[in-house]
């Protein structure tokens, strides 16, 4: 970030009409905002929303509560405009990019080998950076998979150890025996790729649109683009990176806390706390898309108040 | 509310894309508004956010760390637009409305009678009755005056109870000794008026803004508009009406949890969970604005996702 932009905004707050510290979280928002684009008159006008989509081969062994064809139906809701994530993004001024990777071809089943070869790796990890617009003055990363909480909390479990199956949660709602054999193939995909490094585990564990949110967030990055995180994929795929690089996810907030069992944790790990707590678990980069507004609210403040000196308000 | 269109809005959240219970509250919210409009398509397009300006006798005791000509001073910079309220009302869409209740005539000093007489008080809560839009489809009720804190910490401390000097807070920043003495001002309101009933409370330690924001609140049910409550002070006067009146708040939510000690408190005591937690200690019905953005989002998603049966999308 740019220090110097930081204490302009950070000067700048101390002279608006209300005592210090009374907007809050809305204080740092702006603040982080500011540094990261560099530009003490930054405001959030450009917001792109990211949705990347895949299918994974764990779910054969029975790991949701939804068919695997649900992926491709709801990116042809997205394209129709018919899902949740189009009437946040309308809300929000947002553009909404869906990339569908390669959904005919499922990742491969995590518990038997990697669930990316090297060069699908690499090129939904590109996917995800060349998503990016450089126009964009905030991206928001998020998904649409069936089975991608099964992939999300293998990873996690990798990344951060403690009883593994312990990360499953009931993702879009699967019952008792579909959460029995989810916490079995977590187990199962932690035994046999835990030793990786945090990149390969996104490899052998993720899947192509976990891989191409974490492209996105590190390509947002190279153009000085802040970046609201979603619920537990997006922050699972995200801490690959911040294990890898630490610090990684700077330019990054936590926009909401999933009611997802584990994302909490995986925020705590990141020392991230979200804006939002609505005990929302859809994905699709909804929770992220709501938590635009705080963002906006935050900048609103900080760019259009008056100053003491502005208004003839005595400052205490 | 109206029951039939509770229902019916219940049945619409169950055909949508998504899975059942993954918007979380976003669920609830809808079902509540739709509810208390009648209206199953029922939209949030014109929200009327009230401010009212009161000033209080005891500030002459040293309870505040800003001086009393402040809230005339920030009633010129709302009308000028240069407050926070000013930014979110705009990025809410909302119209805003400032009432600045006899500001040259500070109420009395209620450690040694009542804070309002009877015309006083009945003429500031017409003035928050009558201020409400029929028009309007949701109302925020917001306030400022310096000195408020302290009133609403003595109305909440004969509200519920507990150790009376523990409901001071630091208000807009005051410091150690400011506290000492904001304790015992609350502690003397406290012993002196303690026996009124609810709304005997509201006129003895109350200002002509709190009884103008529970004026407000009673008015917009009578219109059947929905309320998003506010911070600490404004979750006080509103908790006058609940102790009169057990349901009274049951066409409202909270916006937010204030960092003002003792909101908790009171929001535990009403049965209501914030929608937002963002730190946030400012009045001015900030908080609640803010909030309009969620509620909006909720509406969003309800009225205008497609339904599984709509996007041909399996439900499970």
Same mark, same amino acid.
């Given at each position: 970030p740019?220090?110097t932009?930081a204490a302009?905004?950070?000067? $700048?707050?101390?002279?608006?009409?209300?005592?210090p510290?009374?907007?809050?979280?809305?204080?740092e928002l702006?603040?982080?905002?500011?540094?990261?684009r560099?530009d003490?008159a930054? $405001?959030?006008n450009?917001?792109?929303?990211?949705i990347?989509a895949g299918n994974?081969?764990v779910?054969a062994?029975?790991v949701s509560?939804?068919?695997?064809?649900?992926?491709?139906?709801m990116?042809?809701?997205?394209r129709?405009?018919?899902?949740?994530?189009?009437?946040?993004?309308r809300?929000?001024?947002?553009t909404l990019?869906?990339?569908?990777l390669s959904?005919?071809?499922p990742?491969?089943?995590f518990?038997?080998g990697?669930?990316?070869?090297?060069?699908d790796?690499?090129?939904?990890l #590109?996917?995800?950076?060349?998503?990016?617009?450089?126009?964009a003055?905030?991206?928001?990363?998020?998904?649409?998979?069936i089975?991608?909480?099964t992939?999300a909390?293998?990873?996690a479990?990798a990344?951060?150890g403690?009883?593994?199956?312990?990360?499953a949660? $009931?993702?879009?709602?699967?019952?008792?025996?579909?959460l029995?054999?989810?916490r079995?193939v977590?187990? #199962?995909g932690?035994?046999?790729h835990g030793?990786?490094g945090?990149l390969g585990?996104l490899?052998?564990?993720g899947?192509r649109?976990?891989?191409?949110?974490a492209?996105a967030?590190a390509?947002?990055?190279a153009h $000085?683009?802040?970046?609201?995180?979603?619920?537990f994929i997006?922050?699972?795929?995200?801490?690959s990176?911040?294990?890898?690089v630490?610090?990684?996810?700077?330019?990054?907030v936590a926009?909401?806390?999933?009611a997802?069992?584990?994302h909490?944790?995986?925020?705590?790990?990141?020392?991230?706390?979200?804006l939002?707590q609505?005990?929302m678990?859809l994905?699709?980069g909804s929770?992220a898309?709501?938590a635009?507004?705080?963002?906006r609210? #935050?900048?609103?403040?900080?760019?259009d108040?008056a100053?003491?000196?502005?208004?003839g308000v005595?400052?205490?």
């Open positions: 740019d220090d932009a302009a905004a950070r000067d $700048r707050d101390a002279q608006l009409t209300k005592p510290g009374a907007l809050g979280r809305l204080e702006a603040e982080w905002y500011i540094g990261w560099g003490p930054a $405001r959030c450009s917001p792109q929303i990211l990347f994974h081969g779910t062994q029975g509560a939804f068919p695997a064809e649900v992926t491709a139906q990116v042809a809701n997205f129709a405009g018919g899902a949740a994530i189009n009437q946040l993004a809300l929000a001024g947002a990019d869906i990339h569908a959904l005919d071809t990742t491969a089943d518990t038997t990697h669930a990316m070869s090297e060069a790796y690499v090129a939904a #590109a996917t995800g950076w060349g998503a990016v617009s450089p126009e003055d905030l991206v928001v990363t998020g998904e649409m998979g089975g991608n909480t992939s909390a293998a990873l479990a990344l951060f403690g009883d593994a199956g312990s990360w949660g $009931r993702g879009t709602g699967v019952g008792d025996d579909g029995s054999i989810k079995r977590v187990e #199962a932690v035994s046999l030793q990786q945090p585990l490899q052998c564990l899947g649109e976990l891989a191409a949110m492209g967030i390509g947002a990055r $000085r683009i802040p970046v609201i995180l979603d619920g997006c922050s699972a795929a995200a801490a990176l911040e294990q890898a630490p610090g990684a996810l700077d330019h990054t926009g909401h806390l999933s997802e069992a584990g909490g944790q995986i925020l705590d790990a990141l020392g991230k706390i979200p939002l609505l005990g678990r994905g699709e929770g898309a709501l635009i507004q705080i963002l609210g #935050a900048l609103a403040c900080h760019q108040m100053t003491f000196a502005e208004a005595s400052d205490g």
